[in-house]
């Protein structure tokens, strides 16, 4: 196939890509709330909207060292920038331990700021969790999300259980 008909057609599909992603993204709604609409934690570093793999379960063991919290949100605020729409979202988060004890407390656990083509209100957010310190036992993450643009926030919770190996094999 010639070059130049490899190139017009890759061009194609990136316009349509580009097009169908105007067309169909979610428009940001001034009276409507900030959600937190998926939660998901997560072995490994998200790598994008939708784009990252669930643990399948809310137990970790000792060889577990990092927890992804992978959040997606609806209704975030773009803000234009020449050719693109910014979405900025801060993610506040709180870990108690099983007793309600405080563990972790932290503002801005992580900023992101996400680039698209499209006026789209959906974006995601991440953070890790270190539990290499952490004692067996359950943990409740309270996190806050806010979108830097519209000042809103919305609020979000998960737990996760740490076990040792011999729990598992227990539980087996």
């Known amino acids: ?3 130049r008909l490899i190139s017009t057609l890759i061009l194609s599909a990136v316009v349509s890509f580009c097009f169908l992603d105007t067309l169909y993204a979610a428009h940001y709604k001034s009276r409507d709330s900030l959600r937190v609409v998926k939660i998901e934690l997560c072995l490994d570093k998200p790598k994008g909207y939708g784009r990252y793999i669930p643990s399948g379960n809310n137990e970790f063991g000792k060889n577990d060292l990092d927890i992804y919290v992978y959040l997606e949100v609806e209704n975030c605020k773009p803000a234009r920038d020449a050719n693109l729409f910014l979405t900025t979202l801060a993610l506040d988060m709180d870990i108690y331990y099983n007793d309600g004890v405080c563990i972790y407390s932290q503002e801005e656990v992580n900023i992101s ?3 698209s083509l499209a006026n789209n209100s959906n974006s995601y957010i991440w953070a890790k969790i270190d ?6 036992g359950e943990y409740k993450v309270e996190m806050t ?5 519209s000042r809103k926030e919305a609020f979000a919770l998960t737990r996760f259980t740490k076990i040792d190996a011999s729990t598992r094999e227990a539980q087996r």
């Open 1 to 3: 196939m010639p070059k």
């Open 113 to 115: 700021i996400n680039t």
């Open 131 to 136: 539990t290499r310190y952490l004692k067996e």
């Open 145 to 149: 999300v806010r979108d830097e643009n």
